[in-house]
Nanobody, 121 residues
């Protein structure tokens, strides 16, 4: 499966952005999906995940209550709605697909190219 992210950009603190991850080859009915992020000089960090079947979601503590992960009905696209953005949310955001909605990035098999999110103070 190929994953393509879009929707990144520059936003002021307190603002919102919505990221999309489009799948081709196979849909997200076959995979769990997740969003990770990596800021300059930092390790890749888990953000959110959604399970393959019933759509169970899990979030990191740093984004819980501000970000929402979801899938469209056709399960071809996964979204990350980001509200109340903070400068510390600035990072390259990556979409990933794998068998289970887990926090460990090493357990995901497919990755997108990433999209930059910059939050100004």
């Amino acid at each position: 499966v190929q994953l393509v992210e879009s929707g990144g950009g520059l936003v002021q603190a307190g603002g919102s952005l919505s990221l999309s991850c489009a799948a081709s080859g196979r849909t997200f009915s076959s995979y769990a999906a997740a969003w990770f992020r990596q800021a300059p000089g930092k390790e890749r960090e888990f953000v959110a995940a959604i399970s393959r079947s019933v759509g169970t979601t899990v979030y990191s503590d740093s984004v819980k209550g501000r970000f929402t992960i979801s899938k469209n009905n056709a399960k071809t696209t996964v979204y990350l709605q980001m509200n109340s953005l903070k400068p510390e949310d600035t990072a390259v955001y990556y979409c990933a697909a794998g068998s289970y909605a887990v926090l460990a990035g090493t357990l995901y098999d497919y990755w997108g190219q990433g999209t930059q999110v910059t939050v100004s103070s």
